[in-house]
């Protein structure tokens, strides 16, 4: 059976190019980057050309780039490096961040930190002015995110630095879902940390970076060899950090063709379930800001889980949210945010394009999603019933815990 990779979101695959960037740092050129013979020479100079290209890419200089593991890393460290460093012990993030910044920001709240949740519209947007008056309180740093990984909602990352600017405020943005497919101005859009991961846009897995300004207060919270100038202790992963920044290059380049040909699978996909009643789109409208390879349907009277599990055993890989959080039975942290009822949050699919979807793929997904979402309704209790708030009722039961 061909499979379908519609979960890009979740992870990207390799691109072959990077692969052939990559290979020579694992067989050939495999010196630790501190060493201080021709190996190590060979790694040092591959790990700063790759720094340079990062750099030039995001509008940052090359010694601003910190490399890493990954996403989780880089918001660990944005979060509990600047409290650390700060005599301000007090954060202001949104309700529809990535668990990396959520878990972490409630970790600190534990010790002892204070943490300001901000509220979203129905569309996932934070609400900017409800930041502003968070601000107004002194606070060492503001967490948002550049866009949401379940809804794709792109926030508006440039004002809210600048207000950040303006109270004295560190600014970290989490850019995981973002890099590659937008486009990216550190200097532009008033941030000061920002986190990436390589295995989002076609690069390996377990590699990312952090974009740190120059002059931010902020202390690393790995300690050893004093790599990455102090910030990030750790032998570089060479061959991870050259395919990170060919995958970057390669991302780049070709983003404004990738992003106008996502937006039409998008509006393709869109049309096909139009016909499916009682569905709709979480997040902002298809086109608009929006991530353009992020289509995210609700569906009434169906689990997502189900779909999810049938859309699969037709060869197509979807999600009903956030990887993270697929063994997690209660309603997506997101789509509450936005005011879903939680039965509705429930009956949710996000399929996320990538380079390798063609419209062939997309009308297969538009067929199989009708036929499940019919076949499920017509087994589905609910839909008997016609009293919804007693489905609801049994729904919220059965999902608290
Ligand atoms: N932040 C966002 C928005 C993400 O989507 C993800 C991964 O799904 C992460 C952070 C974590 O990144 P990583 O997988 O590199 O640790």
């Not at 990436?196 to 590699?207: N, R």
């Amino acid at each position: 059976m061909k499979r379908i990779y519609l979960d890009h979101a979740a992870t990207t695959p390799l691109d072959a190019r990077v692969l052939k960037e990559m290979e020579p740092y694992f067989l050939e050129n495999y010196g630790n980057a501190s060493s201080l013979h021709s190996f190590g020479r060979e790694a040092r100079e591959a790990v700063e050309k790759s720094r340079e290209a990062v750099a030039k890419i995001l509008n940052a200089k090359p010694d601003e780039i910190v490399f890493n593991s990954g996403g989780t890393e880089g918001d660990n460290t944005a979060l509990r490096g600047v409290i650390k460093a700060s005599k301000t012990k007090r954060i202001v993030t949104s309700k529809i961040e990535h668990h990396a910044v959520e878990h972490t920001s409630k970790e600190l709240e534990k010790e002892g930190a204070e943490v300001e949740f901000v509220e979203v519209d129905s569309e996932g947007f934070v609400d900017v002015a409800a930041i502003e008056k968070a601000l107004a309180k002194e606070t060492a740093i503001a967490s948002i995110m550049h866009a949401n990984n379940e809804i794709g909602t792109i926030e508006p990352i440039a004002e809210i630095g600048e207000m950040c600017r303006e109270k004295g405020t560190i600014f970290h943005t989490d850019a995981v879902q973002s890099v590659g497919k937008e486009k990216i101005d550190v200097e532009k859009m008033n941030i000061d940390l920002l986190s990436a991961s390589g295995h989002k846009f076609y690069g390996p897995k377990g590699v990312g970076f952090m974009y740190i300004k120059k002059g931010t207060k902020i202390l690393p919270i790995l300690h050893g060899g004093g790599h990455e100038k102090g910030m990030r202790s750790g032998t570089e992963n060479v061959a991870g950090i050259v395919g990170l920044a060919k995958a970057l290059e390669i991302a780049e380049n070709e983003r404004e063709k990738e992003t106008a040909r996502e937006k039409k699978l998008a509006e393709r996909l869109v049309k096909g379930i139009s016909e499916i009643g009682n569905s709709w789109v979480n997040g902002p409208e298809i086109g608009s800001k929006r991530l353009s390879n992020n289509i995210n349907l609700g569906f009434d009277f169906v689990e997502g889980e189900s779909m999810v599990f049938m859309m699969d055993e037709k060869g197509i890989a979807c999600s009903t949210g956030s990887a993270c959080s697929t063994k997690d039975l209660n309603p997506s942290h997101v789509l509450m945010a936005i005011n879903l009822k939680p039965w509705k949050a429930h009956g949710s699919l996000r399929i996320t394009t990538g380079r390798g979807t063609t419209e062939k793929d997309i009308d297969y997904a538009v067929e199989s999603i009708s036929e499940i979402v019919k076949r499920l309704r017509e087994i589905s209790p609910l839909r008997k019933g016609k009293d919804i708030s007693k489905f609801e009722k049994g729904f919220e039961e059965r999902h608290s815990h």
